[in-house]
């Protein structure tokens, strides 16, 4: 299904108040969870969920390395997004940054070991905070229902165009 806008001619597709009820319900679950998780990140390891999550991709890559573009690429963040928070990872020595030897320009992100040691004492808070937040609250039913459902939303808003307005070419 692609996006369409309404025609400017045509009267918007208002949403129902059912429709209302459940988009105010997801922003507002959505809002909450991401500060959840960001205050026990923050709490426990010094860094915000983003953060994490970029190290989580180092962690889970060849050699702990990507090139830059496919990190963000796979973060769904800008490049100066990924630049800023790779800088503030580097500062904390659990991420450095090398050349890469076919691209001039190009560059790697790799997770250092002390970085592979702050991702491993923190994953268990974080994914108890993850398992208390959500998956707690749901029966195994509904976890399948929103995990069909969240993938169901990813795949209608992944770009097939070459051309999109990608936030990692930006």
Known sequence: MEYMTTAPDQEPRWLTSEEQRIWLAYLHAT???EDH??????RDAGM???????LVRLSEA???????????????????RLSHAIARLEKNGWVRRED??????????????????VLRKTAPGHVSAVRQALFDRLTPEQQKS??????????????K????DLPWLR
Do not use: N, W
């Open 161 to 164: 165009d070459a051309s999109a």
């Open 31 to 33: 809002m909450l969870l």
């Open 100 to 117: 890469c030897p076919s691209d001039k320009r190009g560059q790697f992100a790799v997770l250092t070991d002390a970085g592979y040691e």
């Open 62 to 80: 060849p050699r702990r390395r990507l090139r830059m573009t496919e990190l963000a690429m796979v973060a769904k963040i800008t490049r100066s």
């Open 48 to 54: 915000p969920h983003v953060y994490y999550g970029l």
């Open 37 to 42: 998780l960001d205050r026990q990140l923050q």
């Open 146 to 159: 929103l995990g069909e459902i969240m993938q169901i939303v990813a795949e209608g808003l992944e770009p």
